[in-house]
């Protein structure tokens, strides 16, 4: 009885290791697919769709670190972003409030997010070679369209 239950749990390791890695490209190890992963999963919608596009593309270790440099760049934008998400007091005085001054405090800050998104994926996207890029385009299109259509 005891053999059986050692001989199922190691039964039960051994496929459910064997399946870990079932979704890699053939280009990139069963660890640069999972740190990929933990990085979607940590991300926000779009920077998830950018990585998992650019997951497909079998990229190289190198490109995988410029990838990761670069998400984290993002994303301590993002915080320091979120860190400054108070309410412009400045723009209230004792019987007005500054609408135009509220406007363009507004404004720059989210000038700020669309420029982290922009470098993000400029630098992503610089990594990737011509048949990459190719892929890569081929991939975000096709989950965004779906993604569209599913709305």
């Given at each position: 009885?005891?053999?059986?239950?050692?001989?199922?749990?190691?039964?039960?390791?051994?496929?459910?290791?064997?399946f870990?890695?079932?979704?890699?490209?053939?280009?990139?190890?069963?660890?640069n697919h999972?740190?990929?992963?933990?990085?979607?999963?940590?991300?926000?919608?779009?920077?998830?769709?950018?990585?998992?596009?650019?997951?497909?593309?079998?990229?190289?270790a190198?490109?995988?670190?410029?990838?990761?440099?670069?998400?984290?760049?993002?994303?301590?934008?993002?915080?320091?972003?979120?860190?400054?998400?108070?309410?412009?007091?400045?723009?209230?005085?004792?019987?007005?409030?500054?609408?135009?001054?509220?406007?363009?405090?507004?404004?720059?800050?989210?000038?700020?997010?669309?420029?982290?998104?922009?470098?993000l994926?400029?630098?992503?996207?610089?990594?990737?070679?011509?048949?990459?890029?190719?892929?890569?385009?081929?991939?975000?299109?096709?989950?965004?369209?779906?993604?569209?259509?599913?709305?």
């Open positions: 009885m005891k053999k059986i239950l050692i001989s199922l749990g190691v039964a039960t390791i051994l496929a459910s290791s064997a870990a890695c079932k979704n890699t490209n053939i280009g990139m190890s069963c660890s999972k740190m990929m992963s933990s990085y979607k999963n940590k991300s926000g919608k779009l920077v998830g769709a950018i990585l998992n596009a650019f997951s497909k593309t079998a990229p190289s190198e490109q995988i670190k410029t990838a990761k440099r670069a998400v984290e760049k993002f994303r301590d934008s993002m915080s320091e972003s979120k860190a400054n998400k108070k309410f412009p007091i400045e723009t209230l005085t004792e019987t007005k409030f500054d609408k135009d001054l509220f406007a363009s405090i507004c404004l720059k800050k989210s000038a700020k997010k669309i420029q982290s998104r922009v470098d994926i400029e630098k992503i996207y610089s990594t990737l070679d011509e048949q990459q890029k190719r892929e890569f385009k081929t991939e975000f299109a096709s989950k965004k369209v779906l993604k569209e259509l599913m709305r």
